[in-house]
Structures are given as C-alpha cells and as structure tokens.
T-cell receptor, first 114, second 114 residues
Framework: AQKVTQAQTEISVVEKEDVTLDCVYE???????LFWYKQPPSGELVFLIR??????QNEISGRYSWNFQKSTSSFNFTITASQVVDSAVYFC???????????FGQGTILTVHP | NAGVTQTPKFRILKIGQSMTLQCTQD?????MYWYRQDPGMGLKLIYY???????DKGEVPNGYNVSRSTTEDFPLRLELAAPSQTSVYFC?????????????FGQGTRLTVV
C-alpha cells in the first residue's frame, strides 16, 4: 500500500519569509511519480510539479524549489520569499504504476500574512 | 480548451435522494478518476476507469457507482445519499497509465447531504 505523509497541518508565515513543506512517502513500487498540487481558496487543484523516481535532481522554478531524496523517501517543497498569493492548501501526492492512481497526503494549509 | 468539466458545481441533497455527478473531458484521455475530498483531508480515490467500458474500485467506493460508455464521459452515481457523502468531489483524467504527465482535475462539485 502507498502512503503519503505531510508533516505540517498548518504553517503561518509573514510575507517574504522562506517556507518549506515536508512530504514523506511510502511505496513498494520501484517506479513511481511524486507530485505537488496547490489548492487556492477558490478550490481548484493546480498542478505544480511531477518528479519520477529515477530523477533525483532538485528543481527550481522561480520562487519554488523541490528537494527529492530517495534515501529518506522525502519530496520537500520550498517557497522562497513567500507572498500572500501563495496562501493555499498544498498537497503532495504519489503515483505508482497502477493506472496512474494518486495517493494524496492530507495537505498543508499555508497562510502568508502581509 | 475546456479540459475536464464537472457539473454541477454545488448541490444539496436530502438523505436517501439520488443524483449523478457529471464529468466530461475533451482531451481524449483514456484514464479517468473520481476523488472525494473531506474537510482537512487529502483526496481519496472512489473509482477509476482505464478506458471506455472498463471501471474499477478505488479506496472508498461504497455508496457510489460509475459507468464509462464513452472516452469523454465518466459519471458518478449516488443512489441513496447519506450525510457521510457530504464532500467535495473531483473528477480527473490523464493520458498515460505510467503517468508521465499530470492528472488534469475538474473544478470540483461541492455536495451537501442533509
């Protein structure tokens, strides 16, 4: 069985602070994919990143960066210089080779105060 | 460029009533999914389909039924609504079972059973 655990239920920061959202996963699949989704207050799910299990390179996209460490089964997400518009629920998710089904973490509520 | 379209966006049902949540995608994706999101929780898979005529249960299928008569449509049926089915429902689709792509999500249907 697959499992995704997001350590923080809620995080509150002040604008321009850096913030890291933790994600730890469990799977028996040797090939798998990790995702981060953002759910703003409007409710839709916004895809942020996909990473496959063979690619452990860290990735940076603007103020967002992701740290994938297979040795610790972690896929952490950092927002640099946070902004109010980053306030949302962030989900980490895992997909093995079983028809693309996603297993989600419980989400981290990020609130960025001005 | 509609993507995944869900209707309705909101619905209030009385206990014991039935309804169908509609989901349509225009991307010719083979794989489609229904998830539910309970307050403060991540999404959980209800049913999924790997192609027209093929469906299978996910993690929380009880109380629901699905059908997939066409590639485009994947309706979710609630036969006897119960308060425990109060949730936000998301439909998603993806092109590839190995998921070398992201799942595209609909906007969600917020269902309240009273």
């Amino acid at each position: 069985a697959q499992k995704v655990t997001q350590a923080q239920t809620e995080i509150s920061v002040v604008e321009k602070e850096d913030v890291t959202l933790d994600c730890v996963y469990e799977t028996r699949d040797t090939t798998y994919y990790l995702f981060w989704y953002k759910q703003p207050p409007s409710g839709e799910l916004v895809f942020l990143i996909r990473r496959n299990s063979f690619d452990e390179q860290n990735e940076i996209s603007g103020r967002y960066s992701w740290n994938f460490q297979k040795s610790t089964s972690s896929f952490n997400f950092t927002i640099t210089a946070s902004q109010v518009v980053d306030s949302a629920v962030y989900f980490c998710a895992l997909s093995g080779t079983s028809y693309g089904k996603l297993t989600f973490g419980q989400g981290t509520i990020l609130t960025v105060h001005p | 460029n509609a993507g995944v379209t869900q209707t309705p966006k909101f619905r209030i049902l009385k206990i014991g009533q039935s309804m169908t949540l509609q989901c349509t995608q225009d991307m010719n994706h083979n794989y489609m999914y229904w998830y539910r999101q309970d307050p403060g929780m991540g999404l959980k898979l209800i049913y999924y389909s790997v192609g027209a005529g093929i469906t299978d249960k996910g993690e929380v299928p009880n109380g629901y039924n699905v059908s997939r008569s066409t590639t485009e449509d994947f309706p979710l049926r609630l036969e006897l609504a119960a308060p425990s089915q109060t949730s936000v429902y998301f439909c998603a689709s993806s092109a590839d079972r190995v998921l070398n792509t992201e799942a595209f999500f609909g906007q969600g249907t917020r269902l309240t059973v009273v």
